[in-house]
């Protein structure tokens, strides 16, 4: 296992002393797991706290910060966190107007997150709203899911639901929002090749040169099928078509990410990029904003994600809205 | 070969075509595969101008935007750009106040730009001054190199010398800065993988699982020894132990690069950092700025590199001051 690792079992706590050591901006509870902007937002605006497993680097944590999460819950590798991490982060997060948990529809997160907010209502008296994300086409059901996975949409939800957020509207209008913003995302990703858990020391599943996963989740779990490795223009093809024929794209802007699984190069995601954009523009799908690059990753996998959200002036203006994150970063 | 490509002699063509595709800011000339920022800057404005083999991303494209390159050209993967390039990108970026030519210590890329500096002065009458960094302790000669590679600190130097420019500083200025940018900077890189060049459509060298390369290049040429793999607290000591050797880092404010060479994920570079961050710490190393994550790459190279900048305030205050690229953005 070649890895920038010391132990497999100290690799979230080793990282996490990374990320304290590297953002001043941010808060570390290295107790909890948990990464704080470091200045919280004003009073009376709603907090926006997301986590699940690590190992999808800059999702959670580097999406925290002014117009993004307000904390994010860091798990094991590929592990949910616990009820108890996200109870503490939900009663520190809260500035009065109550809290959006943003959770990836996995069924560990889901129940977590669930708990947290029953418990955290229930003690401190926080007013909790949930949005789970499914936007993966590629699968109904998977080896940790039951329906649809949430995948890439969760990055342009927590960016477009963070500007919202912090122009002061309420609970209620953000949890809309948020259910709008997943309502009208449709991802699809492949794997050229597995990654490695720390913990388990050896691929996750095992792939013939030859051959690419298609549908691939994030963590390596099973797609729609294994077929010959083939060029880019045909991958492409594959992840575009269900993308479109899940929803219709045509007759507004659309906001896309071609995401990178953590182990392929950036001049790769570009690559890849440039046959989608063909196809996106042959689909008469209006392309009003790119996003290139590795944003929910699936450790070292080398493989990539397609996600396309259906948008409108409104989502496309909250979009631009300032961010200032370490993965995302614009208008500040 | 596991890689998101359609043909091996297309990568570089295509990979732009996404570049253009994504990044409506950017103007791509597809026919002398030059990069250029979309507006150029104010006239009588020092232009910048980079590039060297393709394989390094963001490294250079991924820089070109206010507050860092005016252009740079893309040569073929791990294969400089030809001076006819180089030419035509000089001549077009300059505002009347001369080029900087920023290149790192490789042959191939010193000789072309040398000659593309000559030929854009004696065609057009362009002032171009050249800065060849120098920061790798590694080796002093390498496959490609006479004298240390230029590494890391080109990505710094570009960041800070960019933001000069935009003040506007004349040449000599720019250039004097630029040195002292690279005289100040040292940097150490180490493989876990080796680098497969597409064209070659095998891997670069062979590297056993349990062996790692120290002080490799960025193009997966040797390095000072191969050694058993170990874990992340003694790499970071065998990456920062030959920096601090090379040059006193004490007194004032350093900047830190603690980058990816492509396929490592970000949980390993951040816990890679941190184990960093304490070596500095000891060694009494000020630490002001950190930037963790992948910026000058080989690839799908698993591995990293420290970069180590031995600043002031006036190099911080520059390093502050706004960026707008696809790469590197703050302060906009």
Redesign the interface.
Known sequence: ???????PDQ?LA??????????PELRVDHQHRVIYRARPKASGLVALLSGGG??H??LHG?FVGPGMLDAACAGE?FTSPTPDQMVEATTVVDRGAGVLHIVKNYTGDVMNFEMAGEMAAADSGVRVETIVTDDDVAVQDSTWTAGRRGVGITVLLEKIVGAAAEEGRDLDAVLALARRVNENGRSMGMA??SCTVPAAGKPTFDLP?DQ?EMGVGIHGEPGRHRVP?T???E?AEQLVEPVLADLDFQGGPSIVM?NGM??????????????V??LLEKAGVQ?AR???G?YI?S??M???SVTVLRADDELVRLWDAPV?T?GL????
Do not use: C, F
Not at 1 to 7: A, D, E, F, T
Not at 17 to 23: F, S
Not at 329 to 332: A, D, I, K, N, S
């Open positions: 296992m070649q890895k920038l690792i010391n132990k690799v080793d990282a996490l002393r990374g990320v304290a050591a590297a953002h690590s190992g680097e800059p580097g590798v050229l090749t040169e690419m490795l060029g880019a223009a991958i071609l953590g182990g392929s190069p950036l001049i790769e995601l570009y690559l890849l990029y440039g046959e954009a063909t392309v790119t996003l290139v590795n990753t450790l070292d080398a493989g990539a200032n370490s970063r614009w208008g500040v």
